[in-house]
């Protein structure tokens, strides 16, 4: 019975959010479309840790978010979250998609007051307050009543942070949550969540496929082998905090970027030769006789 | 030097006012318009084949003064805006629920949706007869079939937009807490609000291309029968004056919607 509880009041500072994830397969499609997508899939999200998923593209990531958030069932294998099993979406595990998922049609302040509001939790005023104190954090307070088609992609992303981290949840899941933006924006966005991060100390797990992203961030990396996906290595990312972009010129991040690389760009060929390097082939094969012409 | 200085008369920047009035845009339109006047004028002065059969503007412009003096022709408005006000009423108030629960309940769906495909070909005006038979008196008939022609829109185009509320919303919103009562005010119906619109803005235009023809055929009032009316009573500028009254009254109700629109998804309007 490892299963604990925390009185709301004096435990706010023992950390749950601890996420063991046990040997779960996923299928999709049926008959001879069957197809598996997760092989007995092993590792742990360590309470307060920020852990980095990195895998090739298409090695099902987001397959794997979308279990870890309750919204699909694995087809065997257990979740569970501080020694209790998962039971479909909840408030503790929020997930900030790769594409925003703000409403269109409520302001920023409206989208982040969302979810205490349909809880019932907190008086109007209170909740306000609070948002607009993190809002403030991210710089979006100016904001408040812009609509999301409004902001820039930047800010959305910024938008969906807050409105995921005020309801305090035990595991904050990104699906690639800076995908698409600029370099200068993506390196921003970076920081503003490695000091949010660094500030509550809640578990998160971080889904990417940018390898100096991934060891920017991470506390421990995990990398996926390529479909069906599942925990190939676990490397502790053992960088002081807070982190700068300095690191990135120091040794100890070279070296487990040759590290992880190594075993990354296996991977990659791999999911190369298997499916996509078809294609490429036959690419290169058209684009050659095109050029002959 | 003073040429980029604003000039003020009551609180006006007559610079800005003239430059939005004669822009352009605006002037190439008003050329346009002054142009087509002038050759339809010149066409039935000189009696061309065909398009000179049409009531020059000078003639349509004297009648015209008489009809705005006369109380029936301002009756003729109001007859037709009260049908297409009735039928287009109705049309929301059952389609908008029907379309909304038709997307919201697949068992419900399936149990609609064939009916509502066989009877939804049918063009409004087919049903005149059998309205006619069925329907107590005329007026209801009428008002019945300009029903018939917002109606189909309005459910097809609610159903469509619940069908395609993004799933990442519904997924958000369920982590988040909310129930399946927030589901659907806070999430569905404001995804869908933009399809409304559309579906009103369509079925607005098939309401009063259905009203005019149902004039023609079952009543003996309104602005499509002013024009049936002239036609038969060979006052040819007056078929023009309702033809373009008909015209005015569909550009009001349509801006008065896309107003609505805007107020009511403030959300689509970037910047």
Known sequence: MNEHHNPAGSGSKMQGGQMQISAISKYFGIGPLRKQIINDCTFTLESGKLTVLIGPSGCGKTTLINLLAGYETPDSGTITVDGSPIKGPGKDRLVVFQETALFPWMTTLQNVVYGPMVRGEK??????????????KVGLAEFRDKYPLQLSGGMQRRCELVRALINRPKIMMMDEPFRGLDAMTRELMQEYYVRLFEENHLTNLFITSELEEAIFLADRLIILTNRPASARTV??????RPRDFKILVTKEYLHYKQNALEILHEEAMKAFSVGSGAAVADFLEAYSEVKAK | MTKNKPVFFMGINLRKLRKAVFSKTTLRGIVAIIATGFIWELCARFEVPIIGMIPAPSSVFSSLLAQIQDKDYWECWVYSYDRVLSGFIVAQIIGIPLGLIMGMSRNFRDLTFPTLEILRPIPPLAWVPMAVIFWPTPEMSIIFVTFLGAFFTMVLNILGGVKNVDVRYIRSAQSLGSSNKDIF???????????????MTVGMGITWAVVVAAEMIASRSGLGFLTWKSYVA??????VIGMISIGIAGYISSAVIRMLGNRLTPWLKII
């Open chain 1, 123 to 136: 008086d109007k005023k209170e909740l306000e307050d609070e948002a607009m104190h993190l809002l403030h």
């Open chain 1, 235 to 240: 490397i502790e990312i053992d960088l002081p």
């Open chain 2, 185 to 199: 005010w806070r999430i569905v119906l404001p995804a869908t609000l933009p399809s409304l619109f559309t579906g």
């Open chain 2, 234 to 239: 060979g006052d040819y500028p007056v078929i």
